[in-house]
């Protein structure tokens, strides 16, 4: 094992430093670069197709799309008018690194774009170790999930900024209580920023959208 | 790189190792052991505890309950009724493998149990690589999830024999297509035996408790 940890620790400290490489691109253009994590299925391609729809006439938003198979993500934001829409097929690795990110990067038109949104693998566990150059993580949670997601993925929520709590309109179908995942998360983490929304509806994504061009506009 | 994925290779090839073991101790005493994986929130713990519950009486249960922290599931599994639930914590890892399971095995009195029942750490990626000595891996997917799940984490679909979709008293609130979903499925591994439940309504559970059984009267 002593061998396996040694490995990993490399991996992290090459990973660290690419990562470091592509924040001083990113900050060079003025860039605000975010991290999306989660779950599977807890909605983070749909928060982005809404977000893409939303923003597209206001922002120039570039997105890349990581999964492990396929290019269903990639695809999903392309046809919600995403005109810089990069997949990442990991092949079967559980998380993007810095690594991949410094490939595709040259295919993205940088100095075209105000926000860089990148979409990782649906993971809460891996993703959470690799720094990808990113301004911060945003971690989505949905209310069909359990509201001690945060307690028992701690590294995630920990490093993350910003919690959407995605699926309001489901509230009440489950035990899930909005209270209840509010503390557990700033146990972990005092200081994350929290959105309530739902894709599905709509609710809430006026809040999300307007801190997103807020973000951005404190880069001009 | 090519130093990362031999180390790899070497993990994998010492956890079949111990992993063949396990299943000879398993087999050597006729129990069925099967390892339930899938994202976070899908509802593991929810069925481990239905069926806990409902088996109690007729099949001597035992449980693993692997986490990345805390021990909240294993507490959940005592409370519906366990009385041999053994509960691992990764301490960040993002999956359970062999040797964990070899550690904790001596906790449990395996001459009193009919059933072995694992639940693995929640996601849909890493845990698909190590086997931990079960007959068979059931993954859980939940109707909140999405039906393009088994094409974007084929791996999990590939190497499990039993699909739970759970959650079906949700069907409705969101896109997500049975058939779809059964034919994603199908489309990554032809074989997989498929339950629809809710942990919620109970509605479908008993064709899955009734699975359980036949499952362990055919090791007698």
Known sequence: MTEKISVEK???SE????????RGQLKQRGLVALNFVSSP?????????????ALKHELRVGLIAGDVQTENDA??????GGTI????VTGGACHLDAKMITRVLPEIALD?????????????VCPSSYDLGEDMKVVLIS??????KPLKYPGMFRRSSVMVINKIDLLGTSDFDMKRVKENARRINSELKVFEVSCRTGQGLDAWFHW?????????
Chains 1, 2 share one sequence.
């Open 112 to 124: 075209k774009i105000d926000l860089l949104l990148i979409e990782n693998v649906g993971n809460l």
């Open 15 to 22: 990973n660290d430093k690419l990562a470091a490489d592509i």
């Open 212 to 220: 997103l061009k807020s973000l951005v506009a404190a880069q001009h």
């Open 41 to 53: 299925g807890s909605g983070k391609t749909s928060l982005l197709e809404k977000t893409l729809s």
């Open 143 to 148: 209310t069909t999930e359990g509201d001690d």
């Open 75 to 80: 695809n999903r934001l392309k046809a919600a």
């Open 10 to 12: 490399k991996v992290l």
């Open 85 to 88: 829409v990069q997949p990442i």
